[in-house]
Nanobody, 118 residues
């Protein structure tokens, strides 16, 4: 059973920074893609950033230049460094790990709340 455990959320002022962590119960190399989605109240869950097994990255336009997704394979952990935070970044952030491209499953963490005060 794959487990993803997020940490690092909290309350921060606009312009500040936070780093989210997602610790996997198995090697990050076991997944084709890992990354982060977010969901604000009353809105759909949207992709924020993702990193592939080959270390390619993709970002939502709204976070390009401010957020960085990275991976520490020795710690089985994926990170989301968030800088220059804005009020509109307020959401629950969910870590995910995906193998559907090769016939597998998508796994989700429990979510961590990020609140940016303006």
């Amino acid at each position: 059973q794959v487990q993803l455990v997020e940490s690092g959320g909290g309350l921060v002022q606009a312009g500040g920074s936070l780093r989210l962590s997602c610790a996997a119960s198995t090697s990050t190399y076991n997944f084709n893609v890992m990354g982060w989605y977010r969901q604000a109240p009353g809105k759909q869950r949207d992709l924020v950033a993702a990193i592939t097994r080959g270390s390619s990255t993709v970002y939502a336009d709204s976070v390009k230049g401010r957020f960085t997704v990275s991976r520490d394979t020795a710690k089985n952990t994926v990170y989301l460094q968030m800088n220059s935070l804005k009020a509109e970044d307020t959401a629950a952030y969910y870590c995910y790990a995906d193998n559907t491209a090769t016939g597998g499953y998508t796994y989700w963490g429990q979510g961590t709340q990020v609140t940016v005060s303006s």
